[in-house]
C-alpha cells in the first residue's frame, strides 16, 4: 500500500499497516470507525448469509409441508434470525474479520467501510 501523498491534509487518513494494526488495537493505540451502510452490504456478501438463510428456510418450509410442522418453523425462525442478527451485528464482524485476515484489512480499510486512525 502507498503511503498518503498529502501527509499536510487533516481530512487524509495516513494508511497503518495490518500487523500494527492487529498488535495495537487491544492496548487503545487506534480508533477504528466501521461505516454500518457500508458493512452490512460487506458482511452479507462475504459470509453467504442470504444464501445460507434461504437454503435453512426452504428446508424448514419442506419439513412443515410434510408433517413436521415444529421442527419447520424452528428451521424459518432460525433462518430469518440468523440473516438478521448477522446484518445486525456486521461492524462487529467486519473488525474481526479485519483483524483475522490481512486481505480483509485492506479491503475494508481502501473501499472505505473502515478508517483506522491513531488515537489521540
Not at 428451521?75 to 474479520?97: K, P, S, W, Y
Request: charged residues 15%.
Amino acid at each position: 500500500m502507498p503511503v498518503n501523498e498529502a501527509e499536510d491534509d487533516p481530512d487524509s487518513v495516513p494508511y497503518i499497516a495490518h500487523g500494527e494494526f492487529r498488535n495495537g488495537l487491544p492496548y487503545g493505540r487506534f480508533r477504528v470507525v466501521v461505516n454500518p451502510t457500508l458493512a452490512r452490504p460487506y458482511v452479507v456478501r462475504r459470509t453467504h448469509i442470504n444464501l445460507i438463510a434461504v437454503a435453512v428456510i426452504g428446508l424448514g418450509s419442506v419439513l412443515a409441508l410434510t408433517g413436521m410442522a415444529l421442527a419447520g418453523l424452528v428451521l424459518v425462525v432460525l433462518g430469518i434470525v440468523a440473516n438478521r442478527l448477522v446484518r445486525h451485528q456486521a461492524g462487529r464482524i467486519v473488525l474481526h474479520l479485519a483483524m483475522s485476515q490481512p486481505a480483509v484489512y485492506a479491503e475494508v480499510t481502501s473501499s472505505g467501510v473502515m478508517e483506522v486512525r491513531r488515537a489521540a
